[in-house]
């Protein structure tokens, strides 16, 4: 599925402007930090939701802005939202996170530069 198919399109530009909003409140946020941020909030979404308990979801001052705010767009929209799912849910932050890794090898926040004009 390509993004004109994606159904949660706009789920994108929800996580996607936290991100935004993280990497301008931290200068010190690095793409590399943010895929770690975001591979910490999937597994505390999933924990919002009763799921991975025995997981561990690592934050820092600099990434836990970035853990909370996918807890909330997750709670605001999944079961609730067009049908969304935890799953689902996911795969949108595992999207993220290849676009992350793609910008990255342009510098240590080329996805902040890409991202900045378009949410």
């Given at each position: 599925m390509d993004l004109s198919d994606d159904p949660h399109?706009?789920?994108l530009q929800d996580i996607e402007t936290g991100l935004k909003?993280?990497?301008e409140r931290h200068p010190t946020?690095?793409?590399t930090l943010c895929?770690?941020?975001l591979e910490n909030?999937?597994?505390a979404v999933k924990q919002a939701f009763g799921f991975a308990r025995n997981e561990k979801s690592a934050r820092t001052a600099v990434t836990g802005g970035i853990v909370d705010w996918c807890v909330e767009v997750a709670r605001k929209r999944v079961d609730k939202v067009d049908?969304?799912?935890?799953r689902e849910f996911n795969a949108r932050v595992d999207k993220i996170i290849r676009s992350v890794r793609r910008h990255s090898h342009?510098?240590?926040r080329a996805y902040y530069e890409f991202i900045?004009?378009?949410v």
């Amino acid at each position: 599925m390509d993004l004109s198919d994606d159904p949660h399109i706009d789920l994108l530009q929800d996580i996607e402007t936290g991100l935004k909003a993280e990497y301008e409140r931290h200068p010190t946020l690095t793409d590399t930090l943010c895929i770690f941020a975001l591979e910490n909030a999937k597994v505390a979404v999933k924990q919002a939701f009763g799921f991975a308990r025995n997981e561990k979801s690592a934050r820092t001052a600099v990434t836990g802005g970035i853990v909370d705010w996918c807890v909330e767009v997750a709670r605001k929209r999944v079961d609730k939202v067009d049908g969304l799912t935890l799953r689902e849910f996911n795969a949108r932050v595992d999207k993220i996170i290849r676009s992350v890794r793609r910008h990255s090898h342009d510098g240590p926040r080329a996805y902040y530069e890409f991202i900045r004009n378009y949410v």
